[in-house]
Nanobody, 117 residues
Framework: QVQLVESGGGLVQPGGSLRLSCAAS????????MDWYRQAPGKQRELVAA???????NYADSVKGRFTISKTNAKDTLYLQMNNLKPEDTAVYYC???????????WGQGTQVTVSS
């Protein structure tokens, strides 16, 4: 079992920055990948950024060059540094973890990010 709790969301002006955190607890050593997803009102949930246990990263085209995903070596904290935020980044951001053995997926409860002047 893995528990995920996000924090760090809030209201920010366009061009501003936020750093999201995801505190993970439970059985962490089998986590293969940890991701950030987001869901805007009326839209499907989409992958924002992913990082594997070895540190390989992947980003959605819409956030490349602006967002950076990182994690602690113990996999107990996942981060998303968001710079040059745009109104279209407004969404609820979710932390996600995939465990290979036994196969399971886990989600956090989400944290709201609002980019507005």
């Amino acid at each position: 079992q893995v528990q995920l709790v996000e924090s760090g969301g809030g209201l920010v002006q366009p061009g501003g920055s936020l750093r999201l955190s995801c505190a993970a607890s439970g059985t962490l050593f089998n986590i293969v990948t940890m991701d950030w997803y987001r869901q805007a009102p009326g839209k499907q949930r989409e992958l924002v950024a992913a990082i594997t246990s070895s540190g390989m990263t992947n980003y959605a085209d819409s956030v490349k060059g602006r967002f950076t995903i990182s994690k602690t070596n113990a996999k107990d904290t996942l981060y998303l540094q968001m710079n040059n935020l745009k109104p279209e980044d407004t969404a609820v951001y979710y932390c996600y973890a995939f465990v290979a053995v036994p196969r399971a997926t886990y989600w956090g409860q989400g944290t709201q990010v609002t980019v507005s002047s």
